[in-house]
């Protein structure tokens, strides 16, 4: 969310900015309820001013002795339509704040110009695609082959776009969650918390999933409680309505959940296999910082994601999105994308985002700056979507046979450096 004064005094600018994310973003309605504030708090102070007139004037007159029943009417009418006057402000107010929650963060000035994905930049790609002297496979059909991954029972189960782990299958996924969440507390200076898989509105508004995206989550039927879609949700919310100390900043968080989608709006978008499901895990790093901090902070935080696929031995590419592409609550965004064999292309693994203090400013977030407060700022990254890792290693360390070798950082987790065909039960 935006601060009100700061639009109100920057208008032109912010609209600008707004203007190179594309899409329809209501500023007009954002003027004219502007306009329509300043007239009503224009027309309070002038009765204001009136009715202290009068009030001078009917002490003086009974002073005199003189009547002042006429004064005194028009004190109280004048006194009504103040009263009304500032109902009608504290529901523009209102109103201003149910618009300003709809409106996106504004991109940061680094961030490029662009209207959808193709005009990402790439900043980095590090390793190399393999070449394979054999037709790779996706995991698709590697994973059901192997006895490690079943689609149909899944969908048996629950529906469709969810699915059941094997033997192998299922220790590999719970070996990239140990493995993510060590090398973050162990390497990189996070602590590890473990939060509430449901949330209520109050935090899904906080991080800017609520009102806007309400599509794209699962609500508990009769509560006010949601399935998370992301750990970024429960994390930030830890501090919510808190004031931290400035030397307690940047503050570093890690989290494994199982998340939750709808995927209302993928319209068909990677159907197959598990790159796009209802639900999945994730490890997230979230982090709090000052103001002048956060910038530096992003750059640490994605490249704590990269560091993971560089010790998984996994070819991948860094984009920072352009200002089209980005999610509505973030200043600037990486996206990390890894190398499939089986699909011939990059897949996004983490997307790591500062929202300066747009997250904080919704769920009261500030630090104590001296005598002051003032609104942290939040990131937050995947580090790693574990089911996208999981068909990374899969596609990538894939053998002619069928086989997968094990990546040598998690064979202690596994107690197995390869993946073979399992008995299917």
């Avoid at 046979?401 to 040598?408: A, R």
Wanted: glycine share 8%; net charge negative; proline share 4%.
């Amino acid at each position: 969310m935006h601060d009100l004064s700061f639009f109100r005094t920057n208008f032109e600018r912010i609209a600008e900015r707004l203007a190179t994310r594309g899409g329809a973003i209501n500023l007009e309605g954002f003027r004219a309820l502007d306009s329509e504030r300043r007239a009503a708090i224009s027309q309070a102070e002038q009765l204001k001013a009136l009715k202290n007139q009068h009030s001078q004037e009917i002490g003086k007159l009974k002073r005199e002795g003189a009547d002042t029943t006429e004064r005194q009417k028009e004190v109280r009418a004048a006194t009504e339509q103040i009263a009304s006057l500032d109902e009608r402000v504290a529901a523009l107010d209102a109103q201003f704040q149910e618009l300003l929650a709809g409106i996106p963060n504004i991109p940061h000035e680094s961030v490029p110009l662009g209207r959808s994905a193709e005009d990402n930049v790439e900043v980095r790609r590090v390793g190399e695609p393999r070449t394979l002297d054999f037709e790779p496979q996706a995991h698709w059909d590697l994973g059901p082959a192997l006895g490690i991954l079943d689609f149909e029972r899944a969908g048996k189960i629950t529906g469709a776009r969810f699915a059941l782990y094997w033997g192998a299958g299922a220790r590999l996924e719970r070996a990239l969650v140990n493995f993510f969440l060590d090398t973050h507390t162990r390497h990189h200076g996070y602590t590890e918390v473990l939060p509430p898989f449901m949330v209520n509105s109050a935090s899904l508004y906080g991080t800017g999933q609520l009102p806007k995206f309400a599509a794209d989550l699962f609500k508990i039927e009769a509560s006010d409680f949601w399935l998370i879609p992301t750990a970024e949700v429960p994390v930030t919310n830890i501090y919510r309505d808190e004031v931290l100390e400035a030397e307690q900043l940047p503050i570093a968080l890690c989290a494994y959940t199982p998340c939750f989608r709808s995927e209302a709006g993928s319209y068909g978008r990677d159907v197959r296999g598990i790159i796009r499901q209802h639900q999945f895990q994730k490890v997230e790093m979230v982090k709090f910082t000052r103001p002048e901090q956060s910038y530096d902070e992003l750059d640490k935080l994605t490249g704590d994601a990269e560091d993971l696929l560089i010790r998984l031995g996994l070819p991948f590419r860094t984009v920072v999105l352009c200002t089209g592409d980005m999610g509505a609550s973030s200043a600037k965004t990486y996206d990390i994308e890894v190398w499939l064999p089986g699909q011939n292309n990059y897949k996004e693994i983490s997307s790591c985002s500062n929202f300066e203090a747009f997250q904080a400013r919704r769920a009261g977030i500030r630090f104590r700056n001296g005598k002051k407060t003032e609104f942290a700022h939040t990131l937050n990254g995947s580090g790693l979507a574990v089911g996208r890792t999981w068909v990374a290693i899969i596609e990538n360390y894939q053998q002619k046979d069928g086989s997968v070798i094990v990546p040598e950082v998690l064979r202690p987790y596994m107690n197995e450096e390869v993946i073979r065909p399992e008995r299917k039960l």
